[in-house]
């Protein structure tokens, strides 16, 4: 069974400042991956970044970079230069990528999420 | 285009009633999904389709049914709810079990009442 911890249920930070949203994992897969989400207050999931279990590089899309930690089983969201629109909540999430776990497609495990503000 | 759109945005009905949920994508994606989200909280899984076919199936009551009716939509069909049921259901699709990421829809605000 996969799970996802996070462990800041909700974070302040000043805007144009570094924001580091902590995530650690427990899988028995070989193959996974692991995906951050972003949900506004409107409700729409949007996804930010993804970084695969064999991926040796870490994952980088714009300001958004995932700091990948494959023995401490962590796959931290840094948000560079925050801005007021970053203000969501945010969810890492995992998925079985190992095609002959059973075939078909996966869904997503999610954490319990941050609830990030960013103060002017 | 990548769009998943989810209608109604918001659906109000009562523990008596019959509706239906629909999400459509038009992305080409094999892989389709419902989830549930209450208030405060992770997504839950609910129900994955591969190539049209339901493939997981999260012990869900059989009030809520699933329907493929083709690659390009996937309809959740309510029956008989209980007002716990209210949250928002969301739906999502991907390329098949190796893509990465998953897209997902605005959702629906289900209230029943």
């Known amino acids: 069974a996969q799970k996802i911890t996070q462990t800041q249920p909700g974070m302040f930070v000043q805007e144009k400042e570094a924001v580091t949203l902590d995530c650690t994992y427990d899988?028995?897969?070989?193959?996974?991956?692991l995906f951050w989400y972003k949900q506004p207050s409107s409700g729409e999931m949007i996804f930010l970044i993804y970084q695969g279990s064999y991926d040796e590089q870490n994952a980088t899309e714009g300001r958004y970079s995932l700091n990948f930690q494959k023995a401490r089983k962590s796959a931290n969201l840094v948000i560079s230069a925050s801005q007021l629109g970053d203000s969501a909540m945010y969810f890492c999430?995992?998925?079985?990528?190992?095609?002959?776990?059973?075939?078909?497609?996966?869904?997503?495990?999610f954490g319990k999420g941050t609830h990030l503000i960013i103060q002017p | 285009d990548t769009e998943v759109t989810q209608t109604p945005k918001h659906l109000v009905m009562g523990m008596t009633n019959k509706k239906s949920l629909k999400c459509e994508q038009h992305m080409g994606h094999r892989a389709m999904y419902w989830y549930k989200q209450k208030a405060k909280k992770p997504p839950e899984l609910m129900f994955v389709y591969s190539y049209e076919k339901l493939s997981i199936n999260e012990s869900v009551p059989s009030r809520f049914s699933p329907e493929c009716p083709n690659s390009s939509l996937l309809n959740l069909h309510l029956h008989a709810l209980q007002p716990e049921d209210s949250a928002l259901y969301l739906c999502a699709s991907s390329q098949d079990f190796e893509t990465t990421e998953a897209f997902f829809g605005q959702g629906t605000r289900l209230t029943v009442v």
């Open positions: 999430a995992m998925r079985d990528l190992d095609m002959y776990s059973g075939g078909g497609a996966d869904g997503l495990t």
């Open positions: 899988t028995s897969d070989q193959s996974y991956g």
